[in-house]
């Protein structure tokens, strides 16, 4: 079965640093990944997805992301971050290949607190 | 409807009580998905349709655990004979196939 480690459980920075979450997975296949953002209180909203094609892949609020198959990461940075950003980041995948669990699988997630 | 709908939002029980909680997905989406997430942890598979069929149930814990679609549309995940490890927040999510899950707001279910 496919799993997804998310190194980071806990990152603080100030206003306007510099952001990158770490992601891997492990499965051989060809996969679906995604980055699902949690704000307090909200429920799960995606933040951006890579299905194929250019592996830096941008979504909402100035994430982006980079697929890199030969290390299975798939990393979320943003350059400059808010007060705003604080939340909680889940990475996830879903398997494409024919016969694998059609289960999208996250990893534990990330908080990140920036501080004003 | 306009997105994932769930209810209750918030339920507390008594442990040995049964529970069900209830699932209304985006309108047309076939898919239908339930997660678990405990404090601190990633959402947690449990099980899954496609329209009404039950596709996965692998991830259900134990046999006190059901799911189902009976519509295709609607679910309901019913929890049977409470235990104190079953408090989670259960997440329910809808998708049109391969592609984006849409959440809900989730129920938060304590077992006292």
């Known amino acids: 079965a496919q799993s997804v480690s998310q190194h980071n459980h806990h990152v603080i920075l100030s206003e306007a640093a510099s952001l990158e979450l770490g992601c891997n997975y492990s499965?051989?296949?060809?996969?679906?990944l995604f980055w699902y953002v949690q704000y307090p209180g909200q429920h799960l909203q995606l933040l951006l997805k890579y299905f194929s094609g250019d592996p830096l892949v941008k979504g909402i609020k100035g994430f982006e992301a980079e697929f890199i198959k030969s290390k299975f990461s798939f990393n979320l940075r943003k350059p400059s971050v808010q007060w705003s950003d604080t939340a909680e980041y889940f990475c996830?995948?879903?398997?494409?290949?024919?016969?694998?669990?059609?289960?999208?699988?996250f990893g534990s997630g990330t908080q990140l607190t920036v501080l004003p | 409807g306009a997105g994932v709908s769930q209810s209750p939002r918030y339920k507390v029980t008594k442990r040995g009580q049964d529970v069900a909680l209830r699932c209304d997905p985006i309108s047309g989406h076939v898919s239908l998905y339930w997660y678990r997430q405990a404090l601190g942890q990633g959402p947690e598979f449990l099980t899954y349709?496609?329209?009404?069929?039950?596709?996965?149930k692998s991830g259900l814990p134990n046999d006190r655990f059901s799911a189902e679609r009976p519509e295709g549309s609607i679910s309901t995940l019913t929890i049977q004979r409470t235990e104190q490890r079953d408090s989670a927040m259960y997440r329910c999510?809808?998708?049109?196939?391969?592609?984006?899950?849409?959440f809900g707001e989730g129920s938060r279910l304590t077992v006292l």
């Open positions: 999510a809808s998708s049109s196939g391969v592609g984006e899950l849409f």
């Open positions: 499965y051989g296949g060809t996969v679906n």
């Open positions: 996830a995948v879903i398997p494409i290949s024919s016969g694998s669990a059609r289960q999208l699988t």
């Open positions: 349709f496609n329209y009404e069929a039950q596709q996965d």
